[in-house]
């Protein structure tokens, strides 16, 4: 990385002051982009983690030919009955 570092000294040695900050503007909005990219790619990795726990939350309701919202009503009832 130091001969990167070198070379990329001795090439900004070389521009005038504008030249200078626009360089050194461009190289920070690559770092900024460099870090949004990496926050896209954990936040990609998390919403499978949260798929999969979902799917696996899925098999624990019985399949009994019922649609959710049927069977969650049975429950609600269920639980009324029994206050």
Do not use: C, H, W
Not at 18 to 28: C, F, G, L, R, T
């Amino acid at each position: 990385m130091q001969s990167a570092a070198v070379k990329l000294n001795a090439l900004l040695e070389n521009l005038a002051e504008e030249d200078y900050d626009k360089a050194v503007s461009y190289i920070e909005f690559l770092i900024e982009k460099r870090k949004k990219q990496a926050e896209n790619l954990k936040r990609t990795e998390d919403r499978t983690d949260v798929e999969s726990i979902v799917a696996s939350l899925i098999g624990v309701i019985p399949d009994t030919g019922k649609t959710l919202e049927e069977y969650r009503g049975e429950r609600l009832k269920r639980y009324e009955n029994s206050y």
